[in-house]
């Protein structure tokens, strides 16, 4: 595995974009999810349209209220798609083809977690659905949406964001399978992969595409990534590459220890004491605290004792 760098254009400020045509359309007084409110707003079309596995709340603690009232601020014509049933190909064609990207999040939460609790079993509620309800959304949800927006209209880029592509754009562990799963780029087959907060990128992203550039020319903006393929394969001369293992050095992992110790004298708490013939390990972590007695640990925040402990290696 080997990660890329490459120099990256400085990022401009948000309103010195020249605003889409579209721009003269009045702002939705919310963002269309049918064809109906579309008609509604004299639009024949939308220019993005965001699949969300959240509910759609016009308020900016939901992605598609942020994300999509920022690209609407740039002049561009946004639906939404939310929750959709994903068994249907035709739930994902009710705005109409998009005419410059789809965009694509399983919403504020990655939806294994959205779905399981960590002992795996089923979640009764969903903290992003109408009245709370469960089962919303497939597991796994970013790639079952983008294979889907695919299926429906092949032709147009498709711009995977959200914490749930965010956090596995890279071979990463997934707790959930027990396993050590490739980047998500290659199961969804996304374009273009936005992690992090996507503002500045999306408005980036889109303004270059509805001038004409095509997707896969785009391989400079900050907080993207994509697959080498064919078609920029050209781009690659600009990129520096660097073995994963030099770019972090994985530390000692210690035991876990218990995280309500409120003193900073081991030896003197009962339950670690307790504890000390069946957990070597732990052992050893008190001999090392114990050596490092210059060290002055905070009593009132026990969790700092194991990041001191892991990171004073
Ligand atoms: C508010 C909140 C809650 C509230 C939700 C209330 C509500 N209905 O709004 C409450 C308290 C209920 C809650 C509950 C839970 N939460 Co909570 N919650 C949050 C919090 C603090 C903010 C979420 C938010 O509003 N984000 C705002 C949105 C707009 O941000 P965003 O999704 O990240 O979107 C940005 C980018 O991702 C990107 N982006 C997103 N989509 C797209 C799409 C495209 C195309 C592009 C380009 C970009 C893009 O741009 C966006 C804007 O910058 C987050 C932490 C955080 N700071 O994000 C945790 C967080 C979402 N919660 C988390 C968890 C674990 C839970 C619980 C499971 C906790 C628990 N054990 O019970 C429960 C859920 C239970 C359930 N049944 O659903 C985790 C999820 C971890 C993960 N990997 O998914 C988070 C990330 C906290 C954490 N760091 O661990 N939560």
Redesign the pocket.
Same mark, same amino acid.
């Given at each position: 595995m080997s990660t890329a760098y490459t120099m990256q254009t400085a990022p401009k400020a948000l309103f010195d974009y020249d605003k889409f045509w579209a721009s003269c359309f009045e702002p939705a007084p919310f963002l269309p999810m049918s064809r109906a409110e579309m008609d509604l707003l004299g639009w024949d079309s939308c220019d993005f349209i965001?699949v969300c596995g959240d509910a759609y709340i016009d308020h900016?603690?939901?992605?598609s209220g942020? !994300?999509g009232r920022v690209l609407e601020a740039q002049g561009f014509r946004v639906g939404i798609i939310a929750q959709p049933d994903w068994t249907d190909v035709e739930a994902f064609r009710v705005l109409g083809k998009p005419n410059i990207a789809w965009?694509?999040?399983a919403?504020?939460?990655?939806s294994m977690?959205?779905r399981y609790t960590a002992d795996r079993k089923i979640?009764s509620?969903?903290?992003?659905s109408p009245d709370?309800v469960p089962n919303k959304r497939p597991d796994r949800a970013a790639t079952v949406y983008c294979q889907r927006v695919r299926e429906a209209f092949p032709d147009v880029p498709v711009?995977?964001?959200?914490?749930?592509g965010?956090?596995r754009r890279i071979a990463h562990y997934d707790y959930w399978s027990d396993k050590v799963r490739r980047s998500i780029l290659m199961d969804s087959k996304a374009d273009l992969l936005?992690y992090?907060?996507?503002?500045r990128? !999306?408005i980036e992203v889109m303004h270059r595409l509805a001038k004409g550039e095509k997707i896969h020319e785009i391989t400079d903006v900050r907080g993207t990534a994509f697959i080498i393929n064919k078609h920029n394969r050209a781009s690659k001369s600009q990129f520096v590459e660097i073995a994963s293992n030099d770019v972090d050095t994985i530390g000692r992992v210690d035991a876990i220890i218990n995280p309500y110790v409120m003193t900073e004298d081991l030896e003197g708490c009962d339950i670690e004491k307790n504890k000390k013939s069946s957990f070597s390990q732990y052992q050893n972590f008190q001999k090392e605290a114990v050596a490092r007695k210059s060290c002055s640990y905070n009593r009132q925040k026990p969790l700092n004792i194991a990041y001191h402990h892991v990171n004073s290696q």
């Open positions: 965001l900016p603690s939901f992605v942020i !994300i965009g694509v999040t919403g504020n939460m990655d977690i959205n979640r509620d969903d903290a992003y709370n711009l995977l964001g959200g914490i749930e965010s956090l936005m992090g907060n996507g503002e990128s !999306i």
